[in-house]
Nanobody, 116 residues
Framework: QVQLVESGGGLVRTGGSLSLSCTAYRNFNVLGWYRQGPGDQRDLVAYITRGYRTKFGDFVKDRSTISRDNAATTIYFVLNEVTSEDAAIYYC?????????????WGPGTQVTVSD
């Protein structure tokens, strides 16, 4: 069952901007993004709740935004001033369903490559 559909990513130039979006096909309480570089753990990038509360990873909080549509089904993430350290696989993340607040899942991931 498809739950999260990601779009965006690909090749980004150093100093440029990265745009990602994710559409959810279930009624998640929280939607966001994680990322994982080669040999690294999967780290939280940013999330937004149904109540518009947001949280950002320390490595992106001063140069990124996250927003969602009113139906809370699609989120939009923009990362500015991209560096080589931002190259990773980015995974859309959904958490919390009606009656199951601890349920969480990830999308298949989208590769982000940074070039000079």
């Amino acid at each position: 069952q498809v739950q999260l559909v990601e779009s965006g990513g690909g090749l980004v130039r150093t100093g440029g901007s990265l745009s990602l979006s994710c559409t959810a096909y279930r009624n998640f309480n929280v939607l966001g993004w994680y990322r994982q570089g080669p040999g690294d753990q999967r780290d939280l990038v940013a999330y937004i709740t149904r109540g518009y509360r947001t949280k950002f990873g320390d490595f992106v909080k001063d140069r990124s935004t996250i927003s969602r549509d009113n139906a809370a089904t699609t989120i939009y993430f923009v990362l500015n001033e991209v560096t080589s350290e931002d190259a990773a696989i980015y995974y859309c993340w959904g958490k919390g369903l009606p009656g199951v607040p601890t349920y969480e899942t990830w999308g298949p991931g989208t590769q982000v490559t940074v070039s000079d």
